[in-house]
């Protein structure tokens, strides 16, 4: 655990000193939301669970859940996941 | 543009069944098999849209995660031209539609002629006919060039010509070649318009009637279309007309006259009466029987004096039924008096100019002017009034052809 830690913050001391983004360097998701209409998560790692009223997404170490009614995956690709509906709440675990 | 390459490729849509349809789903989309419009229907089944490309990859991931899969809707491009190649007898009959529409319009249907004035257009069709240029003619094979440059050799008439195709319809415009007119030979006098005293007479073709000094009346002969017939006499250079023998010509010559034209005015020293102020009011009103009704505008504008525009609009009478009932629609324009008081002089003046405009009223443009008087009329009754004659003196072409 330990080492891991280590590597962990040498990786975040890179993305500062080189000004990359982190998302890239630490494998972080990125999350896009528009209004309450459609959230847009790239570089994640697959479904967990979905349904009209919530949608988990694995991403690296965490899970994203979307809250909302009338969910619906708008697309999914390997990279990119596009979820449309009324977006009541956005929580990591 | 997505929906668009979407639809040209084609997709489906699809209901999945199955425990682990996440499972699914991760796999398609590792795999580089994008879904559209992912929707839960309920716990065992969900419903989702896929390329059609996409579907047979999508057999070998769905019995690796025991998961079922059925066709629900086809749409796109691909699916229209399979369907297409079902119905054969339909493609093929559009096919043979569009294929005789584009060969019904490769022909020439109709040929027109614009731009002729006294050609026969019947001509230039047959012309155009020699050339190729007919009705039931193929379109393809015809250059314009050649239909007009036979036009233009066959028709000498023609000045220039142009061929050109408006879809099935051929028109040839053509403009005519002017050619002058003939010269006139019919046999005339050339008798005098109007009255005058003859100042000049030049004789080109005929025998003058008058000479220099001659009062001329209208329909007076200036020229007679008649010469005598000239016989060569005994002697060289000698002719002697025989008594009694003439020959008619087309008389031609000028004989120029002096021309006096009168002009008479009068102008008061003191004139008077009414012009439009400028306003206007507007009443309508409704008349039931006698009795009127005004809808809009004031009855009475309270102007002194007026003139008015009525404008009456009744229904239709229809058989013996009449409805007593009209709209009036009255237009009142005011009047104010006006009144000029001039000078003698003044009044003098513009009697004078309007006495002239009325002399060369009458004068013809290539009359040359020769002399101008004016003569005031001794003020008699009603004495505010100026009165003025002018005469202009002119020297003009008399001579109108009268034909025998």
Same mark, same amino acid.
């Given at each position: 655990m330990a080492w891991r830690d280590l590597r962990h913050r040498v990786r975040q001391r890179m993305a500062d000193l080189l000004e990359l983004p982190r998302e890239v360097v *630490?494998? *972080?998701?990125?999350?896009v939301v528009v209004g309450e209409v459609q959230v847009l998560i790239e570089n994640h790692r697959g479904i967990v669970a979905y349904g009209p009223d919530q949608v988990r997404v694995s991403v690296g170490e965490r899970e994203v859940t979307v809250h909302g009614r009338e969910l619906v995956l708008r697309h999914v690709r390997?990279?990119? *996941? *596009?979820v449309e509906g009324r977006i009541t709440g956005l929580s990591f675990r | 543009m997505f929906r668009l390459t979407s639809y040209l490729r084609g997709f489906v849509s699809l209901v999945l069944e199955g425990e682990a349809l996440e499972k699914f789903f991760n796999m398609a989309a590792s795999r580089g098999i994008p879904l559209w419009n992912l929707r839960r229907l309920n716990r065992r089944r969900a419903a989702v849209q896929v390329p059609l490309q996409a579907v047979w990859p999508l057999r070998h991931i769905a019995r690796r995660t025991r998961t079922r899969f059925r066709i629900?809707?086809?749409?796109?491009?691909?699916?229209? =031209?399979?369907? =297409?190649?079902?119905r054969r007898m339909l493609a093929g009959g559009a096919f043979v539609f569009v294929i005789v529409v584009y060969l019904l319009s490769s022909f020439v249907w109709s040929v027109e002629v614009v731009g002729h004035q006294s050609l026969d257009p019947q001509e230039i069709l047959g012309v155009a006919r020699e050339a190729g240029l007919r009705p039931g003619a193929w379109r393809w094979r015809l250059r314009a060039a050649e239909v007009e440059g036979r036009i233009a050799d066959r028709v000498p008439a023609v000045a220039w010509v142009g061929v050109h195709f408006k879809g099935t319809r051929a028109i040839i415009e053509v403009a005519e070649r002017k050619f002058p007119a003939p010269a006139d030979v019919r046999p005339c006098h050339i008798v005098a318009a109007k009255c005058g005293l003859v100042k000049e007479v030049l004789v080109l073709?005929?025998?003058p009637r008058v000479a220099e000094g001659d009062v001329v009346e209208p329909g007076q002969v200036l020229i007679a279309g008649e010469v005598p017939v000239a016989v060569p006499g005994p002697g060289v250079g000698q002719e002697q007309p025989p %008594?009694?023998? =003439?020959?008619?010509?087309?008389?031609?010559?000028?004989?120029?006259?002096?021309? $006096? &034209?009168?002009? &008479?005015?009068? !102008? %008061?020293?003191?004139e008077e009466g009414e012009r439009p102020s400028g306003r206007s009011a507007l009443v309508m009103g409704l008349r039931v029987r006698d009795r009127e009704f !005004?809808?809009?505008?004031?009855?009475? +504008?309270? &102007?002194?004096? &007026?003139?008015?525009?009525?404008?009456?609009?009744? =229904? %239709?009478? $229809?058989?013996?039924?009449?409805? +007593?009932?009209?709209?009036?629609i009255v237009r009142r324009y005011e009047l104010v008096p006006w009144r000029i008081q001039r000078s003698p002089a003044e009044a003098r003046e513009m009697a004078v100019q309007r006495a002239l405009e009325a002399a060369l009223s009458g004068v013809?443009?290539?009359?040359?002017?020769?002399?101008q008087q004016v003569n005031e009329v %001794?003020?008699?009754?009603p004495p505010g009034l100026v009165r003025v004659w002018a005469q202009v003196e002119t020297l003009e072409d008399i001579g109108t052809e009268q034909y025998f």
């Open positions: *630490l494998d *972080l998701p990125k999350i390997s990279e990119e *996941l *596009l | 629900q809707k086809r749409v796109g491009l691909p699916f229209l =031209l399979l369907g =297409l190649c079902r073709r005929g025998t %008594p009694g023998e =003439l020959r008619r010509v087309h008389a031609a010559g000028l004989v120029r006259a002096r021309i $006096w &034209y009168r002009g &008479y005015a009068e !102008v %008061p020293l003191v !005004v809808l809009a505008g004031k009855r009475n +504008p309270g &102007y002194l004096r &007026y003139h008015e525009e009525k404008l009456v609009k009744r =229904l %239709p009478a $229809w058989r013996n039924l009449d409805v +007593p009932v009209e709209l009036h013809p443009a290539q009359a040359r002017i020769l002399d %001794p003020a008699g009754h």
